[in-house]
Antibody, heavy 123, light 107 residues
Framework: QVHLVQSGHEVKNPGASVRVSCKAS????????ITWVRQAPGQGLEWVGW????????NYAQKFQGRVTMTTDKSTSTANMELRSLRSDETAVYYC????????????????WGEGTTVIVSS | DIHLTQSPPSLSASIGDRVTITCQAS??????LNWYQHQPGRAPKLLVY???ALDTGVSSRFSGSGSGSLFTFTISSLQAEDVAMYYC?????????FGQGTRLDLK
């Protein structure tokens, strides 16, 4: 069975960094991309960015560029997302998702999701 | 960037009702439109991809249609477990975009 298991909840001070991990199992980790999405309380789903596991190429939403880094560790089938300079309004649940991306970058959809990691940013 | 507008923002329906949600794209996205269900405390779930393809194991009471800039998601006979937020999503110029969501609850 395909699973994505995320790291545990985090509480951070404003200005700090957080690293969320996402361990994949049940499929060829190299064959799919990983997308990160977040949901703040009372808000909708917001795309953070995605990483091509095979090449390591990344693409981040413009609002996070310069503050986010996505990486993978193929030896452990784990994807990681680090978000720096956290603000209090970035309290959210962060999700990783296995992603299908078209060869021509014409489509992108997420078919398996992790359970989410709650990140609370508060002083 | 493409903008997706879902309507209605919320709706209430009864068990057994046919429910329809629309998603309007700000430009032509051919059929590259996906639908997700998100229930509180759970991970989002892919229901429909490429406008009308049902993901594996998804109930046949869910369906999607449309092309170009107007898309429809339908639940043919509402069940209690369908109470959730529903989001459309697309991808263009390396940017992932979600609609603002539609909240569906029971009347």
């Amino acid at each position: 069975q395909v699973h994505l298991v995320q790291s545990g909840h985090e509480v951070k001070n404003p200005g700090a960094s957080v690293r969320v991990s996402c361990k994949a199992s049940g499929y060829n980790f190299n064959a799919y991309d990983i997308t990160w999405v977040r949901q703040a309380p009372g808000q909708g789903l917001e795309w953070v960015g995605w990483i091509n596991v095979y090449s390591g190429n990344t693409n981040y939403a413009q609002k996070f560029q310069g503050r986010v880094t996505m990486t993978t560790d193929k030896s452990t089938s784990t994807a990681n997302m680090e978000l720096r300079s956290l603000r209090s309004d970035e309290t959210a649940v962060y999700y990783c998702a296995r992603t299908w991306v078209g060869v021509a970058f014409d489509y992108h959809y997420m078919d398996v999701w992790g359970e989410g990691t709650t990140v609370i940013v508060s002083s | 960037d493409i903008h997706l507008t879902q309507s209605p923002p919320s709706l209430s329906a009864s068990i057994g009702d046919r429910v329809t949600i629309t998603c309007q794209a700000s430009q032509d996205i051919t059929t590259y439109l996906n639908w997700y269900q998100h229930q509180p405390g759970r991970a989002p779930k892919l229901l429909v991809y490429h406008s009308s393809a049902l993901d594996t194991g998804v109930s046949s009471r869910f369906s999607g249609s449309g092309s170009g800039s107007l898309f429809t998601f339908t639940i043919s006979s509402l069940q209690a477990e369908d109470v959730a937020m529903y989001y459309c999503q697309t991808f263009d110029n390396l940017v992932v975009t979600f609609g603002q969501g539609t909240r569906l609850d029971l009347k």
